[in-house]
């Protein structure tokens, strides 16, 4: 089956410019089901990331990942949850039984993540405002505008509480990084079982 995704075509060509067009006429802030892939009909928010994301779309090789991990019943750690995408769709492979921490310091993302959660009913999440990283304390986090790419930076445009995950090592089973800039740190400053 054949899917156009509208990230796979740059914003600057021509043809990257006319699939969006139907895009861009959908109102920001409606609320939709995701319409395919593992996170299919969960209700999104139409703005809050990539078209990608409601389309189903988003990252798709990394959902069918998750998808083939036994993980109902497990505790799952997001890192780096940005908007929710992957938190929600954990939500909904853990079950019931299962629960998952969510980390996302950044406050722009972290209104939409609580947004996601409310407007699904979610119970099993427990999300927090802090960056993870090797040491605990204050460190830069650079903002980017553009989709998952903010980070902890030395030359950062604000201050975030960072945590690491050793104290909490015990509770997690699995482990999913959103952000590869921060993997060897987190692993130099927590002893992680797998990362997904």
Same mark, same amino acid.
């Given at each position: 089956?054949?899917?156009?995704?509208?990230?796979?075509?740059?914003?600057?060509?021509?043809?990257?410019?006319?699939?969006?067009?139907?895009?861009?006429?959908?109102?920001?802030?409606?609320?939709?089901?995701?319409?395919?892939?593992?996170?299919?009909?969960?209700?999104?928010?139409?703005?809050?990331?990539?078209?990608?994301?409601?389309?189903?779309?988003?990252?798709?090789?990394?959902?069918?990942?998750?998808?083939?991990? !036994?993980?109902?019943?497990?505790?799952?750690? $997001? @890192?780096?949850?940005? %908007?929710?995408?992957?938190?929600? #769709? =954990?939500?909904?492979?853990?079950?019931?039984?299962?629960?998952?921490?969510?980390?996302?310091?950044?406050?722009?993302?972290?209104?939409?993540?609580?947004?996601?959660?409310?407007?699904?009913?979610?119970?099993?999440?427990?999300?927090?405002?802090?960056?993870?990283?090797?040491?605990?304390?204050?460190?830069?986090?650079?903002?980017?505008?553009?989709?998952? !790419?903010?980070?902890?930076?030395?030359?950062? $445009? @604000?201050?975030?509480? %960072?945590?690491?995950?050793?104290? #909490? =090592?015990?509770?997690?089973?699995?482990?999913?990084?959103?952000?590869?800039?921060?993997?060897?740190?987190?692993?130099?400053?927590?002893?992680?079982?797998?990362?997904?």
């Amino acid at each position: 089956m054949f899917q156009l995704n509208p990230n796979d075509f740059s914003k600057n060509t021509f043809l990257g410019q006319l699939i969006r067009i139907p895009l861009a006429l959908i109102p920001k802030n409606t609320v939709i089901p995701i319409l395919q892939g593992s996170a299919k009909g969960i209700k999104w928010i139409v703005g809050s990331g990539l078209h990608s994301m409601w389309m189903g779309l988003f990252e798709i090789d990394k959902q069918i990942i998750l998808q083939n991990f !036994q993980l109902s019943g497990t505790t799952v750690v $997001d @890192i780096g949850a940005n %908007v929710g995408f992957f938190t929600i #769709l =954990l939500s909904r492979l853990v079950g019931n039984t299962g629960f998952v921490i969510a980390f996302e310091p950044l406050t722009r993302d972290l209104e939409m993540l609580y947004r996601h959660i409310h407007l699904n009913n979610i119970k099993n999440v427990t999300v927090y405002g802090n960056a993870v990283a090797e040491k605990e304390g204050i460190m830069r986090f650079n903002t980017s505008m553009a989709y998952s !790419q903010a980070h902890l930076s030395e030359t950062g $445009d @604000i201050e975030v509480q %960072v945590v690491t995950l050793d104290s #909490l =090592l015990d509770k997690f089973q699995k482990l999913r990084i959103g952000s590869m800039i921060t993997v060897l740190g987190i692993l130099y400053g927590g002893k992680i079982i797998q990362i997904i």
